[in-house]
């Protein structure tokens, strides 16, 4: 049973920076790719980051480029997202998300999802 638990949500203000955590067990997670995705009130869900767990191939949607880091620690099973440059425009829940056998932004390839952390920028 694959599980994702995400950590490090919060409150900040507009220019800081905040590190999302998820720690992934049930599997060896080598032909994964490990994703974030968030969700905005009232809006769809949408692509942020993912990360090719072995090879370290990471893709990033545009709107977050060269201000979100997804990084990975095999040891400890548990990637991360670093935030900077936070934006009111980034408030989301915030998910961890898997795909096997898959590198990609689709959203319908990740079968397993952690239960989300709150990100709320200010202004």
């Known amino acids: 049973q694959v599980q994702l638990v995400e950590s490090g949500g919060g409150l900040v203000q507009a220019g800081g920076s905040l590190r999302l955590s998820c720690a992934a067990s049930?599997?060896?997670?080598?032909?994964?790719?490990m994703g974030w995705f968030r969700q905005a009130p009232g809006k769809e869900y949408e692509f942020v980051a993912a990360m090719h767990w072995s090879s370290g191939n990471t893709v990033y949607a545009d709107s977050v480029k060269g201000r979100f880091t997804i990084s990975g620690d095999y040891a400890k099973n548990t990637v991360y997202l670093q935030m900077n440059s936070l934006k009111p425009e980034d408030t989301a829940v915030y998910y961890c998300?898997?795909?096997?056998?898959?590198?990609?932004?689709?959203?319908?390839?990740?079968?397993?999802w952690g239960q989300g952390t709150q990100v709320t920028v200010s202004s």
């Open positions: 998300a898997g795909a096997e056998g898959y590198y990609g932004i689709a959203i319908g390839k990740y079968e397993y």
């Open positions: 049930g599997r060896t997670f080598s032909s994964y790719t």
